[in-house]
């Protein structure tokens, strides 16, 4: 009984370990190349990682609306915008995510306009 | 005389005054019912009064001393001091002595009314004179007088009614809060300082007196006068065999030192006097000394005389007048007019402190060294606030005397001497430094009664110390101290608003207007706040929701989108630790965070009309306007909806355009001085 509790419990810090393992390499691959917020410029290309901290729905007219979100990580924040998009599947409040685009202006503030964008598990950590 | 222009034809004058149509809250109509119809400012007016009537107005307080002075002499000598029947004699000389110390007081005042005919009392005297902290000293001294001139005076009242009715003696507290009670209502509701209401008392009481001491001066002539027969108790304290030592003698005068309490008043109403009031205030000042001396005299040697041992239940003018009067027909009738007498004239006098009290209290509040509250004239043009707390403070001190005048005596006399002693010295130094014609005359006199004065303040200090002093000895310099640091406050506070106050107005506006609106739920509230939110033509314009719960801020999500609400954005931000507050403070600092804009936060609020209904809903409006009120350039403004009940417990719903949410909407609270960060 013992023994074999013991083997199941190596066998479950050895799946955790790779779990991990896995979630450190899906991190290293998504991650890749991810700058700060702070330090993002107009009309570069970025990459930033980061939490969502709030939703917007922007309606343009009774048809068209966009989605904006505000992206934050230790540095700083920027607005993140779907346009034509009233939502996206598991883009929510605390979510974190990856976004890559040129940044472009909203309403005065810098802003990503419909970046590629991943969607990262919570065990991931955020480089900054 | 220009025809109309083309441009002007067809336009309407202004039209008359909406009537707006908010019912006054219960509360206000209950107050208007007990105290009447609110007074308008302009209806504030001064009676001059008439050397009869200003003797009757401000001598209550005065002359009503002479009802329990001479007890307080006499419970000294033979309560406390044990001294048996050589008590009697000593009751004469210490009298006159009180009387001489008077006699100082009158000469003195007469200087202060004429120095000081607009508004004198020793609180201004003091600060034009001395500076500002003295003044207060004087002032927190007078304010623990009145108060105690209110307690001692009903306690007095309700000696003098216990003394006539059996029975009442268990009664006496009650009887004393009634009578605060009663003076409290007539004040609040704006009892005129009209002559006649105060005359009848004060001459009654003083025909009383001159009835009772002539009628008595003659039995004594004639050997009719006799003494009054001591029960079990009085006995036991007339066997006590005794010597008078000096200390006693001294504690004795400290107790009859209440006998004086008052003379201040006429020197504080100059102005209600008629022309010339200060001559007119003068001579009035002199007469009502010469009754007291009389009549505190009279009393003081019919005492000795009679005999007459203070005990629980009946005064020592209620012995004197039975003795004077005997218990048969006649006697028994005017027994029971010099009681009721006395009683009224003490009532009279403690209704004199609500007529002073609240008045310097709003001279030092003026000054910024008590709360600004007691400067605000309320409903019926009195100084509501200042007589509620007088009334609260004596009806305190009753309790906790237990309506006992001879334990309320002590911490009396204290309390007025000071401020008196600090008049004079404040007198002497207008004296010395004006210099004015006679001066070296009011120097002499001033100087004396400044001497006399704080001679009786240091013995009534030491003697009564261990009986009650002690506590306006120290409550004086504690309240010294708090009034002082409010002060401080309200100093700091002023410099603080009213620096560069022109150019921080004309200082260049911020550039940006965003307006932030709060919204729960899309609701009738919400929807008000929103359709006001859309006048304002802000640079930015959002609502928010702080998400406490995922699934609901979902569903507004979803509910919103499908509105597609005047391309009004719906903002939800993450509230993890379900500090409303906290979120809407980030929120408010980011949007300010630039320094280049003005951020209103639009909270759309229920307005309950019942208590009942503000008990089912928690007050997280008012939480949030709190904690925004300290960010640099965020504005709170509520928007309010009202909820009205029907008789029938329905709710019903104000249409929400109109003048009641135009003027309520007003209630805009600004967070910042202007001046930019801090």
């Known amino acids: 009984m013992a023994r074999l509790s013991r083997a199941a419990k190596l066998d479950q810090a050895a799946l955790a370990a790779e779990t991990d393992a896995a979630f450190d390499e899906l991190g290293r691959v998504a991650l890749a190349g991810v700058i700060p917020i702070s330090q993002v410029e107009w009309r570069e290309p970025v990459k930033v990682a980061g939490r969502v901290k709030a939703l917007r729905v922007q309606p343009w007219s009774e048809k068209i609306q966009s989605l904006e979100l505000t992206l934050v990580d230790g540095t700083g924040g920027l607005t993140v915008v779907f346009l034509g998009r009233r939502r996206l599947g598991g883009v929510k409040l605390g979510a974190r995510m990856v976004v890559e685009g040129t940044v472009a202006e909203t309403r005065d503030h810098l802003a990503l306009l419909n970046p590629a964008y991943h969607l990262l598990p919570r065990e991931v950590t955020l480089p900054h | ?678």
């Not at chain 2, 009697?88 to 005042?109: C, E, K, N, Q, R």
């Not at chain 2, 002032?139 to 059996?166: H, N």
């Not at chain 2, 007339?238 to 003379?263: D, E, P, Y």
């Not at chain 2, 909270?603 to 503000?614: D, F, L």
């Open chain 2, 1 to 678: 005389m220009a025809a109309p222009t083309k441009d002007l034809a067809g336009r309407q004058p202004l039209p008359p005054t909406p009537k707006i149509d908010i019912p006054e809250s219960r509360s206000y109509r209950l107050k208007s019912k007990l105290l009447g119809k609110p007074l308008n400012t302009d209806q504030l007016e001064s009676e001059r009064l008439g050397k009869p009537t200003a003797l009757a107005t401000f001598a209550s307080d005065n002359l009503s001393s002479a009802a329990y002075a001479t007890e307080e002499i006499l419970h000294t000598l033979l309560v406390v001091g044990a001294v048996g029947l050589v008590a009697f004699d000593y009751v004469l000389p210490i009298t006159l002595a009180m009387i001489a110390v008077l006699g100082v007081l009158v000469l003195s005042y007469r200087q202060t009314i004429k120095a000081y005919p607009s508004a004198g009392g020793a609180y201004i005297v003091t600060k034009d004179n001395l500076g500002v902290l003295p003044a207060q000293v004087a002032g927190v001294a007078l304010l623990i007088g009145y108060t105690l001139t209110v307690s001692v005076s009903v306690s007095a009242a309700a000696s003098a009614l216990y003394s006539m009715v059996d029975g009442a003696y268990p009664y006496r507290i009650p009887i004393a809060l009634f009578f605060i009670a009663v003076i409290a209502f007539g004040n609040l509701r704006g009892v005129k300082e009209s002559g006649k209401i105060f005359a009848v008392p004060t001459y009654t009481f003083m025909v009383a007196m001159a009835f009772m001491v002539g009628y008595g001066v003659i039995k004594a002539l004639t050997g009719d006068l006799a003494e009054v027969t001591p029960d079990a108790e009085q006995a036991e304290e007339l066997s006590h065999v005794g010597t008078v030592g000096f200390f006693l003698i001294l504690q004795a005068f400290a107790s009859g030192g209440a006998a004086v309490t008052g003379v201040e008043a006429i020197s504080n109403g100059v102005p209600a006097f008629k022309e010339p009031a200060w001559k007119n205030a003068r001579t009035t000042l002199v007469i009502m000394g010469s009754i007291l001396g009389v009549m505190f005299l009279g009393i003081s040697w019919l005492a000795s005389q009679v005999k007459p041992v203070p005990v629980e239940g009946k005064t020592v003018v209620a012995q004197i007048a039975e003795a004077v009067y005997g218990s048969a027909g006649f006697g028994q009738v005017m027994f029971g007019f010099t009681l009721i007498a006395t009683m009224l004239i003490l009532v009279m006098a403690a209704n004199t402190s609500y007529a002073d009290f609240p008045r310097l209290a709003s001279f030092q509040a003026e000054d910024a060294f008590l709360p600004r509250q007691l400067t605000k004239r309320g409903h019926r043009l009195v100084f509501s606030n200042g007589i509620v707390a007088l009334s609260i403070a004596s009806a305190a001190l009753v309790l906790a005397f237990g309506a006992d005048v001879s334990r309320l005596i002590p911490l009396y006399a204290i309390g007025v001497f000071t401020s008196f002693t600090l008049a004079q010295l404040g007198m002497l130094r207008h004296h010395v430094r004006l210099k004015e014609p006679k001066w070296r005359t009011g120097v002499l006199i001033n100087g004396t009664g400044s001497l006399v004065t704080a001679l009786v303040t240091i013995v009534v200090g030491i003697t009564q110390f261990p009986k009650g002093a002690w506590m306006v000895i120290a409550a004086v310099p504690i309240l010294v101290w708090v009034i002082v640091r409010l002060n401080h406050q309200y100093e700091t506070e002023r410099e603080e608003l009213m620096g560069d106050a022109e150019l921080a107005a004309t200082a260049p506006i911020l550039r940006r207007h965003t307006v932030l609106v709060l919204i729960d739920r899309i609701d009738r509230t919400a929807a008000r706040a929103i359709q006001y939110a859309r006048t304002l033509t802000p640079d930015e314009l959002r609502a928010v929701h702080i998400a406490v719960e995922d699934q609901h801020a979902a569903e507004l999500a979803d509910q919103w989108s499908h509105l597609a609400l005047a391309r009004l954005p719906l903002e939800i931000r993450e509230c993890p630790d379900r500090r409303i507050n906290r979120s809407v403070l980030e929120l408010v600092a980011e949007a300010a965070a630039d320094g280049q804009t003005e951020v209103t936060i639009l909270i759309p609020r229920r307005e309950y009309r019942s208590a009942w209904h503000r008990l089912l809903h928690d007050r997280t409006a008012d939480a949030i306007a709190k904690a925004i009120g300290d960010v640099p350039h965020a504005n709170v403004t509520f928007v309010p909806y009202h909820l009205t009940q029907t008789s029938h417990g329905q709710h019903i719903h104000k249409v929400a355009h109109g003048a009641v949410s135009g003027t309520a909407n007003a209630a805009t609270r600004k967070g910042d001085n202007g001046s930019g960060g801090r």
